[in-house]
């Protein structure tokens, strides 16, 4: 006879309602499959202006004119030149933009990706395949705490596996 698995512990009590209808969402991510999943998880949740870029480069030139409150992107397959686009959205001529949460998602999470997404300010990393809950968590984590990817010394590395969770500060 098996046991019953009580179910997680929610994240947000049932009490808070959440209302994202007004923010404005930059997805940045080659692949269409993984764009549409994460378009779908972010609509799920209530975001409704969302805007697709296959590449960081993109973004950033329509980011300057049409600011946006949070970015998420795959900075796959050309890594290097993504997370200097990510980089130069913290100037502050990208108006409010410069101060939104960047999650990083990747199915290739290696320490030199994160320490990169590091020194670009991202706020965090989060490896795929990631959960809606997760990705969620992410974005409530980093929303709370504007101004932190600027602190001097960051701690360690730490990696949670089991939830997929990679965080950088």
Partial sequence: MRTPQRAPKPMIPDSVRLNFSTARVGIVDPSKFSLRITRSVLFGYGFRDLFEYSSAAMALARLKMAP?????????????????????????????????????????????????????????VLAKPFSAAALLERILWAAKRPGMRDVDQPPPVQAAVETGVIEIW
Avoid: H, W
């Avoid at 990083?104 to 030199?112: G, I, K, Q």
């Fill in 68 to 124: 946006v409150d949070l970015v998420v992107c795959d900075p796959y397959p050309d890594v290097s030149e993504n997370l200097k686009a990510l980089a130069t959205l913290r100037d502050p001529r990208y108006g409010d933009t410069a101060f939104a949460p960047i999650i990083v998602t990747t199915a290739s999470a290696s320490l030199e990706l994160m320490q990169a997404a590091r020194q670009a300010k991202v706020d965090c």
